[in-house]
């Protein structure tokens, strides 16, 4: 038995592939595998939440445009990166939604690598193995997504938030005091065919950076954007805007969470969220109502969507004492306004990918 967990990210969204900074936790809603050896080269795997199966020769791995290819494509970078698979019997539970912005793909990829890394013997390196899922879903899925999903679900810690430099891959814990807690309202609104916006997001980032004559948008400030305005169209600069600003934030939030300055932490988290629905473009109305609502809230310090964007769910800080009533009053009226199907939680830090086998 295998399991991964999804996470939610406290700040810094669309930084992971401009070689910034992010602050998520890994969070206890995972991705499952029950699995057993065979003794030939086939994968045979059934998902309990979508009642999907997949049957696939690991000698003739083929995309298909479902959800396998986050399984196959772990499977086909295991053999580019030299590493050996053996076939496996396996049946996939998941309590972490699909697709809701908590980042089910990657929970999914990590746990298929350990099942595919047990079964034949590999030893298990999370980070590089984080890397691998990445590849799969870049190369496989065709969704051009940065480190931080599968960096998370697989060197998650429990009872932290991690900042994670996605350049040098380091994380060091953020701890999120006790008189506080992370609320997770997953919308009910899903994102549909969305990859190729993110996709162009990415690559208008990496215009700009490459205009700038930097490696990453990182390497630039909002001196250095301003410097370069008039090559930019008004579509670039924004977009540059969003990843420079969120960029330092993720820092100073990582810095002013622990000391406890929850107003600040609050304020800033509000301006992320209005730097990626007016720059960055991709937030949704719906998306926007439950942030505001969620604001308004007694308890509250700050809210914002989180994740990829287009739909999914939102993040709020919240007194603790205020957090369980919060969770479920927030999704409730939103539900009655709109007819989304939305939920909350109060999430709680998890660790990464872990096995347990007998
Ligand atoms: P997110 O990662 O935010 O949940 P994605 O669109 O990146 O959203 O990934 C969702 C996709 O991952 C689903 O459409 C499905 O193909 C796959 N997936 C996630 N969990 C499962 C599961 N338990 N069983 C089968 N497929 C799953
Ligand atoms: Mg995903």
Same mark, same amino acid.
């Given at each position: 038995?295998?399991? +991964?967990?999804?996470?939610?990210?406290?700040?810094?969204?669309?930084?992971?592939?401009?070689?910034?900074?992010?602050?998520?936790?890994?969070? &206890?809603?995972?991705?499952?595998?029950?699995?057993?050896?065979?003794?030939?080269?086939?994968?045979?795997?059934?998902?309990? @939440?979508?009642?999907?199966?997949?049957?696939?020769?690991?000698?003739?791995?083929?995309?298909?445009?479902?959800?396998?290819?986050?399984?196959?494509?772990?499977?086909? &970078?295991?053999?580019?990166?030299?590493?050996?698979?053996?076939?496996?019997?396996?049946?996939?539970?998941?309590?972490?939604?699909?697709?809701?912005?908590?980042?089910?793909?990657?929970?999914?990829?990590?746990?298929?690598?350990?099942?595919?890394?047990?079964?034949?013997?590999?030893?298990?390196?999370?980070?590089?193995?984080?890397? @691998?899922?990445?590849?799969? &879903?870049?190369?496989?899925?065709?969704?051009?997504?940065?480190?931080?999903?599968?960096?998370?679900?697989?060197?998650?810690?429990?009872?932290?938030? @991690?900042?994670?430099?996605?350049?040098?891959?380091?994380? +060091?814990?953020?701890?999120?005091?006790?008189?506080?807690?992370?609320?997770?309202?997953?919308?009910?609104?899903?994102?549909? @065919?969305?990859? +190729?916006?993110?996709?162009?997001?990415?690559? $208008?980032?990496? &215009?700009?950076?490459?205009?700038?004559?930097v490696t990453a948008l990182r390497d630039l400030d909002m001196d250095g954007l301003d410097s370069i305005r008039s090559e930019l169209t008004e579509l670039q600069f924004r977009r540059a805007r969003h990843?420079?600003n969120e960029n330092a934030v993720t820092v100073k939030v990582a810095e002013l969470l622990p000391a406890g300055d929850f107003d600040e932490v609050g304020r800033l988290m509000d301006e992320s969220h209005?730097?990626?629905?007016?720059?960055?473009?991709?937030?949704?109305?719906?998306?926007?109502?439950?942030?505001?609502?969620?604001?308004?809230?007694?308890?509250?310090?700050?809210?914002?969507?989180?994740?990829?964007?287009?739909?999914?769910?939102?993040?709020?800080?919240?007194?603790?004492?205020?957090?369980?009533?919060?969770?479920?009053?927030?999704?409730?009226?939103?539900?009655?306004? $709109?007819?989304?199907?939305?939920?909350?939680?109060?999430?709680?830090?998890?660790?990464?990918?872990?096995?347990?086998?007998?």
């Amino acid at each position: 038995m295998v399991r +991964s967990p999804g996470r939610v990210n406290l700040i810094g969204d669309h930084t992971d592939y401009n070689d910034g900074f992010v602050l998520p936790m890994a969070i &206890e809603q995972a991705v499952w595998i029950a699995a057993e050896p065979r003794t030939d080269k086939r994968l045979e795997l059934e998902s309990l @939440l979508t009642k999907a199966e997949i049957s696939a020769d690991l000698d003739d791995l083929t995309k298909t445009a479902t959800w396998a290819d986050y399984v196959t494509g772990v499977a086909s &970078e295991f053999v580019s990166a030299g590493l050996p698979l053996s076939g496996w019997n396996g049946v996939v539970a998941s309590d972490l939604p699909a697709g809701a912005g908590l980042s089910s793909s990657a929970a999914l990829e990590l746990a298929s690598a350990r099942v595919f890394a047990e079964m034949a013997n590999v030893p298990w390196e999370p980070v590089s193995m984080a890397q @691998l899922a990445q590849r799969a &879903e870049n190369t496989w899925v065709g969704a051009n997504v940065g480190i931080m999903d599968q960096l998370i679900s697989a060197c998650g810690q429990a009872d932290t938030a @991690l900042l994670i430099d996605c350049r040098s891959l380091d994380g +060091s814990a953020v701890a999120v005091p006790p008189d506080v807690a992370v609320v997770v309202i997953d919308s009910g609104t899903r994102r549909g @065919l969305v990859d +190729s916006e993110y996709n162009e997001r990415r690559s $208008t980032c990496e &215009e700009v950076a490459r205009l700038g004559g930097v490696t990453a948008l990182r390497d630039l400030d909002m001196d250095g954007l301003d410097s370069i305005r008039s090559e930019l169209t008004e579509l670039q600069f924004r977009r540059a805007r969003h990843v420079i600003n969120e960029n330092a934030v993720t820092v100073k939030v990582a810095e002013l969470l622990p000391a406890g300055d929850f107003d600040e932490v609050g304020r800033l988290m509000d301006e992320s969220h209005a730097s990626l629905r007016d720059d960055f473009e991709i937030s949704t109305p719906a998306m926007d109502e439950l942030v505001s609502r969620a604001r308004s809230a007694d308890g509250v310090h700050g809210a914002r969507m989180t994740g990829g964007g287009f739909g999914g769910s939102a993040v709020a800080l919240v007194d603790r004492e205020a957090a369980e009533r919060f969770a479920i009053e927030i999704p409730q009226v939103f539900r009655e306004r $709109t007819g989304n199907d939305a939920h909350g939680f109060v999430a709680k830090a998890s660790a990464g990918t872990s096995a347990r086998w007998q």
